[in-house]
């Protein structure tokens, strides 16, 4: 099996020169709290979690990684990547012509079980696998059910304007900051009006949609490494699990218990609802 160190960057070089479309690689070393500074590669890449939470950010937004997900990211796109906690994951690397069809942005993917069972068995493959034998028919049925798994919304866009992505990383460090949105408008130097219109033209989203979006990702931060409801709901600002509760099921489909044993178990097979974010949801 071709096997990989964490947080070995020349990987990201290595792969773009291995003659074939489709290379995978896995990282069942349990490692904890590591990262993998910004690179990029020719090759898309798919990272699979299998244990633990991922975090990779680009440019303009911020991806997590709960376990039996999986993030897709275009190949030449500038990334960084990194683990919490304990982590245990897989890689594939793909050339870009090697399946039209995959996703042309940054996505979290839902890994069915035959998805899952596909990526660990291309990844004992050898490295310089036959071409036209059983290994490339099993290359190409991973491709399809890659092509057809349902994309899931596990994204926090982040702005480019200084004074906006000043706001982000306030608000990254402190969520349970319950300032209201005219006062942050007047941290960064703003009119809530020019604020509340930058950012839907940066990121398409309203200040109250973003912090809920926020609160959901972190959550699943935390839940992942096993702190209970009541505390994240605490963590989060909110007075009591019950309303958090609320708006997770509203945001995701699902309280949190079962949206995290759904993944954990890997048992869901059909698509999984993006998160959608009401405007009447509020902590």
């Known amino acids: 099996m071709s096997s990989i160190a964490i947080t070995d960057v020349t990987v990201s070089r290595d792969v773009d020169n291995v003659p074939r479309s489709v290379v995978a690689l896995s990282a069942t070393t349990v490692t904890k709290d590591w990262e993998n500074a910004r690179h990029q590669h020719h090759k898309a890449q798919l990272i699979y979690s299998v244990r633990g939470i991922l975090n990779c950010?680009?440019?303009d937004g911020v991806w997590i990684v709960p376990p039996q997900c999986a993030i897709w990211i275009p190949g030449d796109l500038p990334h960084s990547a990194r683990?919490?906690?304990?982590?245990?994951?897989?890689?594939?690397?793909?050339?870009?012509?090697?399946?039209?069809?995959?996703?042309?942005?940054?996505?979290?993917?839902?890994v069915s079980p035959l998805l899952r069972e596909l990526l660990v068995?291309?990844?004992?493959?050898p490295e310089l696998y036959a071409l036209g034998g059983r290994e490339d028919r099993l290359i190409a049925a991973l491709l399809d059910e890659l092509v057809a798994a349902p994309v899931e919304d596990l994204h926090l866009p982040m702005p480019r304007a200084p004074r906006l992505r000043r706001l982000a990383e306030m608000m990254l460090a402190d969520p349970t900051d319950k300032t209201s949105k005219a006062d942050w408008a007047t941290r960064i130097g703003m009119s809530e009006r020019s604020m509340s219109r930058l950012l839907?033209?940066?990121?398409?989203?309203?200040?109250?949609?973003?912090?809920?979006?926020?609160?959901v990702i972190l959550a699943l931060q935390r839940l992942t490494k096993g702190e209970s409801v009541q505390t994240v709901a605490l963590e989060l600002g909110y007075e009591n699990a019950s309303g958090f509760?609320?708006?997770?099921?509203?945001?995701v489909g699902k309280p949190p218990a079962r949206y995290?044993?759904?993944?954990?178990s890997g048992a869901e097979l059909a698509s999984v609802p993006g998160i959608m974010f009401p405007d009447e949801i509020s902590p």
């Open 83 to 110: 683990g919490s906690g304990e982590t245990e994951f897989y890689c594939l690397f793909v050339e870009p012509d090697a399946a039209p069809d995959l996703p042309k942005t940054c996505c979290t993917i839902a």
């Open 200 to 215: 839907l033209q940066e990121i398409g989203m309203s200040f109250g949609r973003w912090r809920r979006q926020l609160h």
């Open 57 to 59: 950010e680009i440019e």
């Open 121 to 125: 068995k291309v990844a004992g493959f």
């Open 245 to 251: 509760v609320t708006m997770f099921r509203k945001a």
């Open 260 to 264: 995290l044993s759904d993944r954990i």
